[in-house]
């Protein structure tokens, strides 16, 4: 049995926060720095799914907050997330390698 080789750079990656204020403007930023991030709401969490690669730039999180935002604030609100992790202090990025 052979087993075909994805184009890792289509594949999704996703990531799922917990319904909050908290992060509601982390999800806001998502969608507005990868416009084609799916965002699926359910009553107790948010999922974002984003074919190749998720950005969340910690300026534009701090632009909706008011206040110098962390990236590693983000695990605050994550309940799971899909793709390999990239971060420093100015992003957290998904992608698949």
């Known amino acids: 049995m052979t087993t075909e080789n994805t184009n890792a750079s289509t594949n999704p990656v996703s990531i799922t926060f917990q319904n909050t ?19 699926s709401h359910f009553p107790s969490m948010v999922k974002v799914d984003c ?7 910690a300026g534009s999180v701090s632009d909706r907050i008011g206040r110098d935002w962390d990236p590693q604030e983000l695990h605050l609100s994550v309940i799971s997330l899909s ?13 698949w390698n």
């Open 21 to 39: 204020e908290d992060a509601r403007p982390i999800i806001d930023a998502i969608t507005a720095d990868n416009p084609q991030a799916e965002v």
């Open 83 to 95: 793709g390999n992790i990239d971060e420093d202090d100015d992003i957290f990025e998904l992608a």
């Open 51 to 57: 074919p190749g690669r998720l950005t969340i730039n």
